[in-house]
């Protein structure tokens, strides 16, 4: 898990940098070349990478298992998308409030979860019970829409307006490519100084870390803020994106779970897992829905069977997640890293 | 060696459900001296250790370091206080390399990565792990994770060092130079010590000052010769009746 | 708003709260035993109603008839999950085992959506619309028998493990596992058998259950959660625990059903588990801290 000795010790090697650079060239060139379709698909691939990135910080950090982390991305996306609608606030501006209230929520679960010592499948339990009160909660909220759903406006969707995340899916696409970029060199950097180092430490031994001056509580909150706030920022993207909000839509535990599967099944706990995972896991589904089509089936619930089998046999064959299998295979590393 | 002592340690006491663990425990450590606490197992030994440093809160009872009170104090705010500690049953980070795990302790201070980074190559190389840096530190043999454990101890800068048993499992070789470590780290970098030994061996070699445990309760102490022939000492290893 | 309107909604709440008991003692078996954290507990109960249902359906078969079926099947599949599925996983590390239960989960729900389509099905029987009456207290007939069967079971299973051989030696299992292997119990096989135990009583609830609720696929996540919040309000490892958190739920969400919105019915049951989870994790009858 550790690196190769050299500062910037989770620093890349060359040959990770440069298939890195290749993919995001790769990527950034793709809406010149794909169809509506496939650039559609490959937004919600890199919402996923993104999403599943903030979720692989908690999981790998607080070493807990939040099952409730549409909260976060509901909580982003009623925020800005209230704010705009109602006050006008652009959401370049209203994600600031946005990512704080849903860093609020996670503290509020995080200080519950390690000043009580909640962990395992209490956590996850707490993490639960969290995203569906909310859930319940802003069904009722006329203001915020309730059940009937929040609408914004719809605006000419061919200019590029940044400021007011009004725009053509291009905009949208790019915006999530980069959104997935940064947060690759976030999680990067954060792993290669003092900050990551503490988290390893929590991680592996939390009793031999606190005997070495690491504050724990401070060290865990800190994760479950930054994983919130991150998740909140793609919710809001994805709320000026969509132009419609419904609680059980948004808030919904099968969105939880679908966070969880790209990181799983690419690699948990790795830097590169998120991307992978919600790569295969698009193909997957894409191919399905192509197949199913072609084959005249249109039954509801056969892309979550496939998808939950295929999350099924990773952890029960691949726990380690497929990019761990795939480096090793591919000559990128000797072994796992983070 | 000063005459202020750096740890004082007065009427500690600690119950578990009705057995007293720690009984008004009172003792000082001197600034830059080597001290030794022993005694026969379960003799509260561990348990006072864990209360210095913070992983367990006394029931009654006063520690303080060079006059600042350690009372009610997290085990990471004991750490930043300028105590260090290893795990009589050792506790290293298995995933991470030998170097990662003595880089994290030389963070408390905050130095830079960098900078501890080099420390830890100097401690590592200390101790005679220089060579296994790169190992993940669950692959090392059991004296290798002693050495690792108090290396990591000594990365966070402590004034005191809490030492746990660390020559359980060592052959007398390596007990002796782990003995010859410690006493080059006391001279040459004016580390104070507290160590909890069975091996008499290092005791005999090390300590200045020996205190003497016997459930919950301090029965003796003085130099290590003192102790040896003192025959309330004898009786708590031996039993009574015995002939010397 | 009269006494007797709140009193039969309170009545109500607590029989239907002594089938969920049940099937929260079905968890509370499994996990506090064998510490496997059931993710799917809740769809193999929707599992059990759509069986109810279809023997109904196909049979004309009364769901209080088909729980010697339905219980055999579910236990034979709690056996088989327990031994080809969680054995294997006892030294995987505790998140893998969560993700394996919860992926089965989505399948089971996932599979029964396919097979059975979204909407509600529900078991009519002549009884359907009968009621007891005392008084101004009404009580449905399908309510009651099916409190009465939850009841019968529960205290069954109680007795099971107080006072039969296996039963004892499954509780040795969850006392001192190290003890009961030194003892020479087949675990495996106990382990086995208590899985199916709690698969079985949920089987039992899953045909009550039909009789008084409707059955969708989406219903399985509910149980499960509704499930988790019982044994954990209740208090692991604590069979009693669980019974009368089950009725404690049963009536509080019909209270809040009646005093708030009944959507907003749940939001109380979360409220309350997050409160216990925090402040009195062992829940009410709990001998086990977490």
């Not at chain 3, 009789?211 to 696929?217: F, K, R, S, T, Y």
């Not at chain 3, 209740?234 to 009368?244: D, K, N």
Request: with cysteine; charged share 15%; glycine share 12%.
């Amino acid at each position: 898990m550790s690196g190769d000795g050299a500062p910037g010790r989770f620093g890349l090697t060359g040959r990770e940098q440069a298939a890195l650079a290749l993919f995001f060239g790769a990527m950034a060139l793709a809406p010149l070349v794909v169809g509506d379709f496939l650039l559609s698909v490959l937004l919600i691939v890199f919402y996923f990478a993104f999403v599943g990135q903030a979720w692989n910080l908690m999981m790998g950090v607080a070493g807990q298992l939040s099952l409730g982390h549409a909260l976060y991305v509901g909580l982003g996306a009623y925020a800005a998308a209230a704010l705009y609608v109602h006050f006008g606030v652009p959401p370049l501006v209203g994600m600031v409030p946005a990512m704080a209230i849903a860093a609020a929520a996670g503290a509020s679960i995080g200080f519950l979860a390690f000043r009580f010592r909640i962990g395992g499948v209490y956590f996850a339990l707490l993490t639960i019970a969290f995203a569906e009160f909310t859930r319940i909660l802003f069904s009722h909220i006329g203001w915020l829409g309730a059940t009937e759903g929040f609408f914004l406006p719809v605006e000419n969707r061919s200019d590029m307006d940044f400021v007011n995340l009004r725009g053509s899916p291009e905009m949208f696409y790019y915006i999530l490519l980069a959104l997935t970029g940064l947060a690759l060199a976030l999680v990067r950097g954060l792993m290669g100084s003092r900050l990551g180092y503490y988290w390893l430490a929590i991680r592996e031994d939390e009793t031999a870390a606190e005997a070495l001056g690491i504050n724990i509580f401070r060290t865990k909150m800190i994760a479950v803020m930054i994983s919130a706030a991150m998740t909140a920022l793609a919710g809001l993207v994805m709320a000026f994106y969509y132009n419609n909000l419904f609680p059980g839509d948004v808030f919904g535990m099968h969105r939880s779970i679908e966070i969880i599967l790209a990181p799983i099944v690419g690699g948990l706990g790795t830097l590169f897992g998120p991307i992978i995972g919600a790569f295969v896991l698009g193909i997957l589904g894409e191919g399905l829905t192509i197949a199913l089509e072609a084959a005249g089936i249109a039954t509801a619930g056969v892309k979550q069977l496939v998808y939950a089998v295929f999350l099924f046999a990773i952890v029960r064959f691949m726990p380690g997640g497929l990019w761990p299998f795939l480096a090793t295979r591919l000559g990128f590393v000797r072994g796992g890293r983070k | 060696m000063s005459a202020a002592p750096l740890l004082k340690v007065e009427g500690l006491r600690k119950t578990f459900k009705g057995l007293v663990a720690v009984d008004a425990v009172s003792f000082e450590v001197d600034e830059g001296s080597i001290t030794a606490m022993i005694g026969p197992n379960g003799a509260g030994k561990t348990t006072t250790f864990n209360m210095i440093a913070g992983a367990m809160a006394p029931d009654s009872g006063e520690i303080a370091l060079a006059g600042q009170s350690l009372a009610g104090l997290r085990a990471d705010q004991v750490c930043h206080a300028g105590i260090g500690r290893t795990f009589q049953i050792v506790r290293p980070f298995p995933k991470l390399s030998v170097l990662d795990n003595v880089l994290i302790g030389g963070l408390r201070d905050g130095s830079s990565v960098a900078t501890a980074l080099r420390a830890a190559r100097e401690t590592l190389d200390l101790l005679g792990l220089g060579k296994s840096e790169d190992q993940p530190a669950g692959t090392l043999t059991l004296p290798e994770r002693k050495r690792l454990e108090v290396a990591r101890a000594l990365a966070c800068k402590p004034r005191l060092l809490l030492l746990d048993e660390v020559m359980a499992g060592l052959r007398p070789n390596e007990t002796d130079e782990l003995v010859a470590t410690f006493r080059a780290l006391n001279k040459d970098r004016g580390v104070t010590i507290l160590l909890i030994e069975h091996v008499m061996r290092a005791v005999m070699a090390l300590s200045d000052v020996v205190y003497v445990l016997n459930y919950g309760k301090m029965i003796a102490h003085g130099t290590p010769g003192e102790v040896v022939a003192d025959p309330a000492v004898l009786e708590c290893y031996l039993g009574e009746d015995t002939e010397i | 708003m009269t006494w007797d309107v709140v009193a039969n909604i309170v009545i109500g709440g607590l029989l239907t709260g002594l089938v969920y008991a049940l099937m929260a003692l079905g968890l509370s078996v499994i996990f506090g035993v064998i510490r496997v954290v059931n993710f799917a507990h809740g769809e193999m109960t929707a599992l059990a109603m759509y069986a109810a249902v279809l023997l109904f359906e196909g049979w004309r078969l009364d769901p209080l008839l088909s729980i010697p079926l339905v219980a055999g099947g579910l236990f034979a599949l709690g056996y088989v999950i327990q031994r080809r599925l969680i054995e294997p996983f006892i030294s995987r590390p505790e998140h893998e085992q969560f993700i394996l239960l919860l992926s089965v989960a989505v399948i089971l729900t996932n599979g029964m959506l396919i097979v059975f389509g979204p909407d509600a099905r529900g078991v009519m029987t002549d009884y359907s619309f009968d009621s007891y009456e005392f008084g101004l207290i009404i009580v449905d007939k399908t309510k009651a028998l099916a409190a009465l069967g939850a009841l019968t079971t529960a205290l069954a299973l109680l007795a099971f493990f107080r006072y039969a051989r296996t039963g004892k030696a499954i509780r040795a299992c969850a006392d001192n596992l190290i003890g009961a292997k030194v003892v020479g119990l087949n675990v495996p096989r106990l382990y086995g058998l208590t899985f199916g135990l709690g698969a079985a009583a949920v089987g039992v609830a899953g045909c009550l259950l039909a009789l008084v609720i409707d059955v969708m696929p989406q219903i399985g996540p509910e149980l499960t959660l509704l499930a988790f919040i019982i044994v954990i309000v209740g208090g692991l490892g604590s069979m009693t625990g669980a019974v009368i958190g089950g009725v404690l739920i049963g009536m509080s969400e019909a209270l809040a059903g009646l005093l708030i919105t009944p959507s907003m019915k749940s939001m109380l049951s979360f409220a309350l588990l997050i409160v216990v989870l925090a402040l009195r994790p062992q829940g009410l009858f709990g001998k086990r801290a977490l």
